[in-house]
């Protein structure tokens, strides 16, 4: 009986060490998490004035992906939205190009997803860099702050 016991014990702990060893040697699910439609925002605090990027991901499909780029700022208040963006995907990676609603500014860019997050970088045609969306050619990570896919406009 007690061989049993220390047997018993034994093969506990030898199943225990190996659901330890596989749960650190397993790639963790969340890196390979899938892009998420909805609300994703960057928030900047300033001197003078608070200002947002967001970008409002409404469908996400295997070689496309539907979303607009938005920006704000409280002082003075200045508020800018691109028409509905239709952009190219090739993995976690999307290439589009996009028009501000209203401004008429003009400018390409390129997406990443990335966990909970996406990467964005665009840049104006020449003569647009001075319209809201461009971001000058530096990269921004917006986080996800809502299952929400509504547009502005």
Same mark, same amino acid.
């Given at each position: 009986?007690?061989?049993?016991?220390?047997?018993?014990?034994?093969?506990?702990?030898?199943?225990?060490?190996?659901?330890?060893?596989?749960?650190?040697?397993?790639?963790?699910?969340?890196?390979?998490?899938?892009?998420?439609?909805?609300?994703?925002?960057?928030?900047? !605090? &300033?001197?003078?004035?608070?200002?947002? *990027?967001?970008? !409002?991901?409404?469908?996400?499909?295997?070689?496309?992906?539907?979303?607009?780029?938005?920006?704000?700022? $409280?002082?003075?208040?200045?508020? $800018?939205?691109?028409?509905?963006?239709?952009?190219?995907?090739?993995?976690?990676?999307?290439?589009?190009?996009?028009?501000?609603? &209203?401004?008429?500014?003009?400018?390409?860019? !390129?997406?990443?997803?990335?966990?909970?997050? !996406?990467?964005?970088?665009?840049?104006?045609?020449?003569?647009?860099?001075?319209?809201?969306?461009?971001?000058?050619?530096?990269?921004?990570?917006?986080? *996800?702050?809502?299952? $929400?896919?509504?547009?502005?406009?």
């Amino acid at each position: 009986m007690r061989k049993l016991r220390e047997r018993t014990r034994h093969a506990r702990r030898i199943l225990l060490t190996a659901f330890l060893l596989a749960a650190l040697i397993i790639p963790s699910t969340a890196a390979f998490a899938a892009p998420r439609t909805g609300t994703y925002e960057k928030h900047f !605090v &300033g001197a003078g004035a608070d200002s947002y *990027r967001t970008v !409002v991901i409404k469908k996400i499909k295997k070689k496309k992906v539907i979303f607009q780029i938005q920006y704000a700022r $409280s002082y003075p208040f200045r508020e $800018s939205w691109t028409e509905k963006i239709k952009g190219t995907r090739k993995g976690n990676k999307v290439t589009f190009s996009y028009r501000e609603a &209203g401004w008429g500014f003009t400018g390409t860019g !390129v997406m990443k997803f990335k966990n909970n997050a !996406v990467k964005i970088k665009t840049t104006g045609t020449p003569g647009s860099d001075y319209g809201f969306i461009s971001t000058s050619g530096m990269t921004f990570k917006l986080k *996800r702050v809502s299952s $929400s896919k509504k547009f502005a406009g």
